[in-house]
């Protein structure tokens, strides 16, 4: 999979689940996350999922609105005929 390729809202989504992945690791190293594999599986995923599915989802949401807002700002092919 090539980084490029990739819409902005999922780069900011990895972006935003290797962010939670990282303080989840933290929280594991202090010790907050008890000292067995299967604690520290789901401390990685539901940190990673969580923060990358909303990241994701809040970017998606904006860049829908952004591209609402740009097609409301073209001019309308019909507006254009009746004016003349």
């Not at 995923?45 to 809040?58: C, F, K, T």
């Amino acid at each position: 999979m090539r980084w490029h390729r990739l819409s902005g809202p999922l780069k900011i989504g990895i972006a935003a689940a290797l962010l939670g992945i990282a303080l989840a690791v933290i929280g594991i190293a202090r010790g907050n996350v008890p000292l067995n594999f299967q604690s520290i599986l789901i401390a990685l995923v539901i940190s990673g999922v969580g923060w990358g599915l909303v990241a994701w989802a809040i970017a998606t949401a904006a860049h829908d609105v952004e591209q609402d807002l740009a097609e409301d700002e073209k001019p309308d092919e019909n507006s254009l005929t009746k004016s003349v």
